[in-house]
């Protein structure tokens, strides 16, 4: 009952979080996954809240708990950044009841499949990368990404831009090349695939991606839900050290709620 009880809880926590006007918010729900809340918008970006995976792949199943409940789940904007399980979730979305109410945002391949899962298509914007659209004060960029397989060709990154200046911009899965670097934009918080396996970056080519962004934080991800596509954070921590030295590295425990502001 207590495991139960937590994930129901999990969502009324994350909306009791009081931020003061210039602060954004941000949760790790494992694998890529986060919820933001920013003034009055909250977005959630590729939540894997089941084990779809595993379920397809049983070599691949969760290693750690569903975090949060979907069906309690509610947000403004649901970003997807490709059409893999761990990213565009049918189970997540099925259970998600907020589906007339909530903008879905994401590249144009991924969007039929939103479409065929029952969003309604009104409430399906593309995003590609190189194109910005406006969401409630929100500025959503759709950044380019190494994709790892040819059925994902159009995997993208995002970058949010909120409307008291928070920046924060999300890699996706993506392998490294220059042109990653040259097209990576400047934010506050860098959330960043680590797992150097199937097509992701490594932790050293996630230090390189940092050293070029220079966010002020940089948040590690894709390494904890599935055993056979871990890596250890730490490892990551120490080439950012070396690469980027003034950007602070921050490991999130799940659910652990993470401010910031403006500097001071």
Sequence with gaps: MRKQRTRSDAMRGIMACRLRPDQAALWFLGQAGYILRCGDVTAAIDPYLSDSVGKASPEFARALPVPLDPGRM???????????????????????RHKATTRFIAPRLACGKLRSLGIPPRNVRCVDSGQTARFDGVSVTGVYAVPNEPRVIDTAGYLLEFANGRSVY????????????????????????INGKWGNLSAEQAAKLTARVRPRFAIPN????MALNSENPATFACFARRAAGETAVKVLGILEPFCWADPE
């Design 74 to 96: 509610k947000v403004d904007l649901f970003i997807v950044t490709h059409d893999h399980l761990d990213h565009l979730d049918p189970d997540t979305i099925s259970a998600y």
């Design 222 to 225: 894709h390494y904890d839900v």
């Design 170 to 193: 999300h890699t996706s899965d993506t392998g490294f090349s220059d042109l990653l670097l040259a097209a990576a934009p400047r934010a506050e918080v860098l959330l960043t695939c």
